[in-house]
């Protein structure tokens, strides 16, 4: 069974950081591009950051480059996102997205069940 | 970037019915579409890729179909448990892939 679980979320002030954590677990982590989507509260789907299988490609939302670095330990079966310089409007729940299609496709196949972050003094 | 605009907002449904969800693209996404549906306090569930092909797992009540810019997602016979949020997604360019608005399927 699919499953990607994670962590890292919690309560940071305007400026601050923050690394959220995904573990993956029940398929080759290393096969897949993945991604964090974000949700504001009450809004929809944004998509923020992807991954490819071996690190080799990062791709990221105008919003936050330069502040957020997605990546991955295939050995670990973990993806991360660090990010830095936080926003009020960073306040968001970050899922954790597996990509589905490749190589042609890019729609999310499987999700996590998401990890809050807020921003605020 | 492409943007996509679902309507309506909000649909009113009875248990039974039909429900036509509607997903526009700005520009020509192809076939290259994804529906979500999302619960309350729950992640978003993939339903339907490549414009029509149901994921594994989806009950055949659902059903998607367009090509270009015009996109429709059908629930045929409306049950309890398909009152939620549902979005679209485009992955014809990107980055970035876009996701519509939402269109929240309420009772009606």
């Known amino acids: 069974e699919v499953q990607l679980v994670e962590s890292g979320g919690g309560l940071v002030q305007p400026g601050g950081s923050l690394r959220l954590s995904c573990a993956a677990s029940g398929f080759t982590f290393s096969s897949y591009w993945m991604s964090w989507v974000r949700q504001a509260p009450g809004k929809g789907l944004e998509w923020v950051a992807n991954?490819?299988?071996?690190?080799?490609?990062?791709y990221y939302v105008d919003s936050v480059k330069g502040r957020f670095t997605i990546s991955r330990d295939n050995a670990k079966n973990s993806l991360y996102l660090q990010m830095n310089s936080l926003r009020a409007e960073d306040t968001a729940v970050y899922y954790c997205a597996r990509r589905g299609g490749y190589p042609l496709g890019y729609y999310f196949d499987y999700w996590g069940q998401g990890t809050l972050v807020t921003v605020s003094s | 970037e492409i943007v996509m605009t679902q309507s309506p907002a909000t649909l009113s449904v009875s248990p039974g019915e039909r429900a036509t969800l509607s997903c526009r693209a700005s520009q020509s996404v192809s076939s290259n579409l994804a529906w979500y549906q999302q619960k309350p306090g729950q992640a978003p569930r993939l339903l339907i890729y490549?414009?029509?092909t149901r994921a594994t797992g989806i009950p055949a009540r659902f059903s998607g179909s367009g090509s270009g810019t015009e996109f429709t997602l059908t629930i045929s016979s409306l049950q309890s448990e398909d009152f939620a949020v549902y979005y679209c997604?485009?992955?014809?360019?990107?980055?970035?892939?876009?996701f519509g608005g939402g269109t929240k399927v309420e009772i009606k």
């Open positions: 490549g414009a029509s």
């Open positions: 997604q485009q992955y014809n360019n990107w980055p970035p892939v876009t």
């Open positions: 991954i490819k299988q071996d690190g080799s490609e990062k």
